[in-house]
């Protein structure tokens, strides 16, 4: 809602922190998709538009804010103009340093997926974890001017590098537990098909023990016949049975080969690394100043 109020100065009134009222088409192309009125994020009222991150109008603000290009600028954080206490802020009231915004989009597994990165540190050169620097962008801030002296940059690259390579690696082990997950259906499927068709073949084993056992003690020859007749087609039946058993296992092998395959070629990472900007920041806080 924040980055919305920001792209659609001017051609939206923002009633509060979840509810706009489009007055004039940001996007002419998309004029059919994107009706002027009431948004709201989440919707309470029948006429309002629900706004959320799939909607066609939100993802076009996103796509062009995202691709705007953006020079390093010298940006002032307001910390005593935010309603409440950051603790992770606190101590660096007063400092100043670099912060780097970057997008890692990672496919794999034929699924794409978006991490923002943000690298920040001080001019003495101490490091903000990823949360404090997230609390520093929601603070109010105006820019100062442009961010000329680009030294310190090249520390949050190497920040962003490993950062970059922690979450390839999670990835790389969340993918692996799919496959894992994926094997063990397979061979609890297996299994299930095995346990099946051996109690099968007992149960048929057991029933011509019992015809050949029926056989031997018939008196005449048609009950003799008949009983021979009886135990061939239960042998049959079990000679069956013993083939699909051996047929099924070679499927669930022609089925695990298939899975491995598929996995091995969708597990090849692709990577994509996208700086969205730079900016110089400070950190001051107006409300102790006035005191």
């Known amino acids: 809602m924040q980055m919305s109020r920001h792209e659609l100065a001017g051609q939206a009134e923002f009633l509060n922190d979840s509810s706009f009222r489009l007055n004039s088409q940001p996007f002419p192309n998309l004029a059919g998709q994107i009706p ?12 309002a538009h629900l706004y959320r991150l799939n909607h066609p109008l939100a993802v076009s603000l996103l796509a062009r804010a995202k691709g705007r290009e953006l020079s390093p600028a010298e940006i002032r954080f307001d910390y005593g103009q935010h309603d409440g206490k950051i603790s992770a802020l606190e101590s660096f009231i007063g400092e100043s ?7 890692l989009t990672i496919e794999a597994l034929d699924h794409a997926e978006d991490y923002l990165i943000l690298a920040a540190a001080t ?3 101490q490091m903000l974890d990823e949360e404090a620097a997230k609390r520093l962008l929601s603070l109010p801030a ?3 001017g442009a961010a000329t002296e680009l030294a310190g940059l090249e520390s949050l690259d190497g920040y962003t590098r ?20 994926e094997a063990d259906k397979l061979d609890g499927w297996a299994d299930d098909l095995k346990v099946g ?13 019992e015809a050949r056992r029926a056989a031997t003690l ?17 042998e049959s039946q079990r000679n069956q049975k013993r083939r699909t058993l051996f047929d099924a296992q070679d499927e669930v092998d022609r089925q695990r080969e298939e ?11 692709r990577t994509k690394l996208e700086r969205l900007f730079a900016i110089r920041w400070r950190l001051l806080d107006t409300a102790q100043v006035d005191e």
């Not at 018939?218 to 003799?224: F, I, N, R, V």
């Open 36 to 47: 002027l009125g009431l948004y709201e994020l989440p919707r309470r009222t029948g006429e």
């Open 97 to 103: 340093g670099w912060l780097v915004a970057s997008v």
């Open 123 to 125: 001019d003495q050169g």
């Open 142 to 144: 105006a820019v100062s």
């Open 162 to 181: 490993q950062r970059q390579a922690v979450i390839q690696k999670e990835v790389s082990e969340r993918n692996a537990h799919f496959f894992e997950a």
């Open 197 to 209: 068709l051996e109690r099968e073949i007992k149960e048929l084993d057991r029933q011509i023990k």
């Open 218 to 234: 018939a008196l005449t020859l048609e009950e003799k016949l008949a009983g021979q007749k009886q135990i061939k087609a239960l």
């Open 259 to 269: 899975l491995i395959a598929q996995i091995e070629g969708k597990l090849q990472q």
